[in-house]
């Protein structure tokens, strides 16, 4: 009888801006809620369902913004600061370098619907392929990235912004093309809302879009 052999454990790293520059496209979309209010939801809910992934062992939000600290760090994230290098890929880089060793996986931090279970087999399906090889999951609209992972020794090398998906595939990472409806559906604008919320979102964001006021719900 062959040896069991155990599925790697991943350290996910979530970037999230300060809440006032977050999600600009988003900015109306829920008139009768403040803006920031939406945007810390939106992350929430993304740092709620990563922790509930079974294949995550460890969370790091890089962020600068008090609010979001506050919100993901009762809930078992590792908050990060920013570091003076802006930029979505430089908060990647740096929430990366602060993993010592294993696997590690990159995710956008506007996924309200995402699902464990979706993120749990994406990250199988990522640590079971080739040695040595950068795996990346586009968005509904296949151009953009809403995961990018590497395994033990390997950078992460983000190449997030437009048209990420095929920078991605430039460098060297290969596609996970699996049916992750929850993972892929990223929020930038008010019909990626709609869209998000027919597939069920998480509690920070379903009660703001149901009760058209900021939630009450405390830390996720």
Known sequence: MSPTVSEPSWTVVVPVKRLAAAKSRLRGA???????????ALAADTVRAVRACPAVAGVVVVTDDPRVAAAVGPAGARVVADTPDTGLNA?????ASAVAGGWVAGLTADLPALRPAELAEALRAAGSGPEGVRRYVADAPGTGT??????PG????????????????????????????????????????????????????????????PASAPAV
């Open 30 to 40: 829920l008139p009768a809620v403040p803006h920031e209010e939406l945007a810390l």
């Open 91 to 95: 908060a990647f880089r740096h929430g």
């Open 146 to 151: 809403v995961l990018l992972t590497a395994p």
């Open 154 to 213: 390997v950078p992460l090398d983000p190449r997030f912004g437009a048209e990420s998906a095929a920078a991605h595939a430039a460098s060297g990472a290969v596609a996970l093309t699996g049916d992750w409806p929850s993972l892929r559906r990223d929020v930038d604008t008010a019909d990626d809302l709609t869209a998000a919320a027919r597939l069920g979102l998480g509690p920070r964001t379903a009660a703001l879009t149901s009760a058209g006021a």
